[in-house]
Structure formats: C-alpha cells, structure tokens
C-alpha cells in the first residue's frame, strides 16, 4: 500500500541511533524500495525506521508500507525487536531497554490492566473483523438503550411515591438502579459513536490514501 509519508507517525522506538544511513540511502535511490515499511492501522511506524529515514532525506513524499491490524503497544514493541530486515542491529543498551519495556508490557500492574480494560472498552474496535465491529455497534446501541430506561424508572419511582404506594426505602432502591442504568447506557452509547466513528474511518483510510 502506498501511504503518504507526512502520515506516517514515528513514536518511542528502541533504536536510539539509526547509524549510518549512506549505505542504506544509496540503495534506496538506485534500486528503490526493495522492502516496505511496516505500520498500523494509524499509520504508527511498526518496523523500517531507517528505511523511512531515508526516504525523508531523498524527499520522497509517499512509501510502500505493509499495513497490519496491530494496536497494542506489546505487540507493536514485539515486532519491532523481532523485525531484522535491512536493518542496523541493536546495541547492548536498547536491547535491554527494549527487552525490559516489553516485559512490563506482558506483565502490567493492576493498575495499568484497569486502564487498558477502559481503553479497550472505547477503542479495542481496531482489532476486531469487520463482522466483529458491526456485532459490537449493534450490542453497544442494545445497552443504550438504558438511558430511556433509567430516566422512565426514576419518572416512575417518583410518580408512585407522591402517590404513596411506594415508601422511601423502596424509591431510593428504584433511584439508585435507575442511576446505574443511566451510567451504563451513558457508556455504551459512547462506545457506540467512537465504534462508528472508527469504523467509518477504517473505511475510508486506504481510499484516501491510495
């Protein structure tokens, strides 16, 4: 896929020092591109850091890359360290660095895990089949649909409790399910718009940038 340079986003890398380029960038003017660049989906910088380098340096403005359905940062760490095609080895220290990031990436705290889970929640969308995302959108809008809910269940409770049949413990009982409801709908109904967003921007990516 031939993707436009500018759009390509170059994160935290293991490499520290790309090394010397002359060799690299000679091939790539004489011969061309022999390998594609990898990215993601966001067009984050996977493996071929150099190669992209130095087609910056021969102002070149788009590249060959191979795209894939990756997001996590373990996973992308994972294929960075593994990726050896013409490239520069790494030294002792970004090994180790990069051995020790990944590590805490397989491993994470608890609290990292929580995090990840919320994350997941709203935007794990850009793992999943096409078939997977419609699934999710349409189970997102199901649970939406607590919000009326909730709100109809708290114009209830209050309904029937002016009127007497029901007593405060029974109204704080209904209040608090219908927050909870609220809440949830709340959630699920933003998940909803992010998956559609994304998903709608998963369409149109390669077709913008082809």
């Not at 594609?36 to 150099?50: Q, V």
Request: charged share 30%; net charge positive.
């Amino acid at each position: 896929m031939l993707v436009n340079i500018a759009d390509i986003k170059v994160k935290k890398r293991v490499r520290k020092d790309l090394g010397d380029l002359e060799p690299l960038k000679d091939s790539l003017k004489n011969y061309g591109l022999l390998n594609p660049i990898t990215i993601n989906t966001k067009f984050e910088l996977i493996a071929g850091e150099r190669r992209l380098e130095c087609a910056k340096i021969l102002g070149w403005q788009n590249i060959e890359a191979n795209v894939v359905a990756i997001s996590d940062r373990a996973s992308l760490l994972e294929m960075e360290l593994e990726e050896n095609t013409v490239r520069k080895p790494f030294d002792e220290i970004e090994l180790l660095e990069g051995y020790a990031a990944l590590e805490k990436l397989r491993h994470p705290s608890l609290f990292k895990r929580i995090l990840d889970k919320v994350s997941d929640f709203f935007t794990g969308i850009n793992e999943t089949s096409a078939e997977r995302r419609e699934t999710k959108i349409k189970r997102s809008l199901i649970f939406a649909m607590f919000i009326p809910a909730g709100m109809f269940l708290i114009i209830i409770g209050a309904i029937l409790f002016k009127t007497g049949i029901f007593s405060s413990l029974v109204r704080t009982f209904t209040d608090l399910i219908a927050i909870i409801m609220l809440i949830v709908g709340i959630l699920f109904l933003t998940r909803h718009l992010l998956l559609k967003r994304n998903a709608a921007s998963n369409f149109l990516l390669p077709k913008e940038k082809l």
